[in-house]
């Protein structure tokens, strides 16, 4: 039994030596790189996950532009396994996040950096970019507000809605990882870049949706990106009533409004609409309205619910209605 253990042992850490010589991960930067070219298809090919905030922003604004693309549905953990972490994925980005778009196969990193290369390289590069100076900024402002930056998201809650969003989503991914078997959340802690991210899920796996307002840390941070993102809310109020909308610049539909509509329904996959469509923001209740009647809300998003999201959603509600400590620990009521 001693010698099988050793040679186990052996196996092992030859086996995770090997592998991490495979499964080398890196920062990169955003925008395009022309140095790296990918095996490809088609002019536009786009790796994604149907539940990944950003990747809801690539496939929104490609259906706009109506760019047709190749797609790669790559899993996360929250939806599967940490395909993100694979030899074959990281050939890809080896930054091991999504989305990545691809040009005539060279890589565009950073979900805000796609959306404004797609507008640029699309048939129509002023559909979705207004040529006026003063509206511009404004565009870009709300592009940057709704980014999530930086590898420690929570850092910038703050800065930009696409920060406050991570400390909104953790119900969902409590409920989503509960599927999930532990030693797929294992493989993160071996090769993950940012290993604090599989530490985080195998702690909810642990802990499941029911002790969430068990985990103080949790609840503060959530708590925490609540009142950032409740700010956030207030400007954006504030913009549309400036604009007289219905979009952010006013007519025309642009890039920020891309941005935003992916905050929106991240919001509503956690229940938490009702906190942010409040009485005293009519306005931003009627551009929620607007934006999914828009037709890539429709194909960037409505047509890739995953299941696990949905039950995600489902699971929160019911708690809520049924534990009033959960209930507590997510509204403050
Ligand atoms: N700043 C990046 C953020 C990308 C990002 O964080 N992607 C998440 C999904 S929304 C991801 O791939 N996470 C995988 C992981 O961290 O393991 C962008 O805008 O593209």
Not at 62 to 69: C, K, V
Request: hydrophobic share 45%.
């Amino acid at each position: 039994m001693g010698t099988f253990a050793l040679v186990l042992a052996a196996v092992l850490v030859v086996w995770y030596l090997w592998e991490s010589q495979h499964r080398k991960t890196r920062a990169m930067s955003g925008g395009l790189h022309a140095d790296i070219t990918l095996r490809h298809e088609q002019e536009w090919e786009l790796y994604h996950n149907d539940f990944s905030l950003c990747s809801k922003k690539s496939r929104v604004c490609l259906a706009e532009l109506d760019i047709p693309y190749k797609s790669h549905h790559i899993d996360l953990i929250e939806t599967g396994s940490y395909e993100t972490l694979s030899r074959h994925y990281l050939k890809v980005n080896p930054g091991a996040i999504v989305p990545v778009l691809v040009h005539n196969g060279h890589p565009i990193y950073e979900s805000h950096d796609q959306l404004e290369y797609a507008a640029a390289h699309s048939a129509n590069p002023d559909l979705l970019v207004p040529q006026d100076a003063a509206k511009r900024e404004v565009m870009d402002y709300w592009v940057h507000k709704s980014s999530l930056i930086g590898d420690d998201p929570i850092a910038a809650v703050d800065e930009t809605a696409g920060n406050a969003v991570p400390g909104l989503t953790t119900p969902i991914f409590a409920a989503m990882v509960k599927h999930i078997p532990t030693h797929r959340i294992l493989t993160g802690l071996l090769f993950h870049r940012l290993k604090v991210r599989a530490v985080f899920f195998l702690a909810l796996k642990l802990f499941g949706l029911k002790n969430l307002s068990k985990m103080k840390p949790v609840i503060a941070l959530l708590h925490n990106s609540k009142k950032a993102m409740q700010a956030h809310f207030d400007e954006l109020e504030a913009a549309l009533a400036k604009s007289g909308g219905p979009w952010i610049v006013g007519d025309q539909f642009t890039l920020a409004d891309v941005g935003v509509m992916v905050i929106f329904d991240r919001l509503r996959e956690g229940d938490w609409l009702d906190e942010f469509l409040i009485d005293a923001r009519p306005n931003v209740r009627a551009y929620w309205t607007a934006l999914q009647e828009r037709p890539s809300y429709q194909a960037g998003i409505a047509n890739h619910m995953h299941p696990m999201v949905t039950h995600g959603t489902q699971a929160i509600i019911e708690l809520k209605q049924t534990d009033a400590n959960f209930k507590t620990a997510m509204t403050g009521t």
